[in-house]
């Protein structure tokens, strides 16, 4: 059962401005790359639903995430059906992503009050979603549907809507106040966030910097705004 109310995920997002996203088929490795952004002052955590078993690997990370990161937001993402949208909500997930507007998910979750994030890439689609209850909609692929652009020309007739991109989405601060200047909610961040060193290991400690430096520079575009 989720800890936090869809309102809540809402605030938190905004608050922290950064959600980071991945998979791994080890718990151990994402427990520790978990770790690595919550140190780094990430408050919401989207664990993508990509491998086989991915389940059993978030079934493991949440109740740790409850004994050790108790105010960590995890939830879910790549959901495409309402089925595996039950499932999650069965384990504890705080709020499911999807890459579509899958109108199914959103009955389930809006029935359990659950925050749903669903994937968009026009305005007729995001108004929909809005229709269908999510607080937030994410557009996706990001870069690819117009980038900050397509965020200000949304954000024009529709000043109400709150959008998260994902994908495009860098630590480097002009490319965070291209997005927040074009007035996101907050933003999804995966491989450019979770880097790994020269070995091929993930970087925890670079990890944590780049989690931190990203927040603190979207604190910084919103004072000057």
Avoid at 178 to 204: A, R, T
């Amino acid at each position: 059962m989720a800890k936090y109310t869809r309102i809540e995920v809402a605030q938190i997002m905004n608050q922290t401005g950064v959600v980071p996203l991945f998979y791994h088929h080890d718990h151990e490795i994402a427990k520790k790359v978990i770790k690595a952004c919550y140190n780094g002052g990430a408050r919401v955590f989207e664990f993508t639903n990509r491998g086989d078993h991915a389940q059993d690997v978030f079934s493991e990370i949440i109740k740790w995430c409850a004994q050790n990161l108790p105010d960590m937001i995890l939830g879910i993402g790549s959901v495409v059906d309402s089925g595996t949208a039950s499932l999650y909500i069965q384990k504890g997930a705080n709020f499911i992503v999807s890459p579509i507007l899958n109108p199914d998910i959103a009955k389930v979750c809006n029935r359990r009050k659950i925050a749903w994030l669903p994937g968009c890439a026009t305005v007729s689609e995001i108004n929909y979603a809005e229709e269908l209850g999510a607080e937030i909609v994410k557009i996706f692929p990001a870069a690819q549907i117009g980038g900050p652009d397509f965020v200000r020309s949304v954000k024009a007739p529709c000043p109400w809507s709150s959008i998260m991109p994902s994908g495009g989405v860098t630590p480097e601060e002009e490319n965070l106040k291209s997005w927040f200047y074009s007035g996101v909610h907050c933003v999804g961040m995966g491989s450019k966030l979770i880097v790994k060193d020269k070995n091929g290991d993930f970087d925890y400690e670079m990890i944590e910097k780049l989690t931190h430096t990203s927040i603190q520079i979207v604190h910084k575009i919103r004072k000057e705004r």
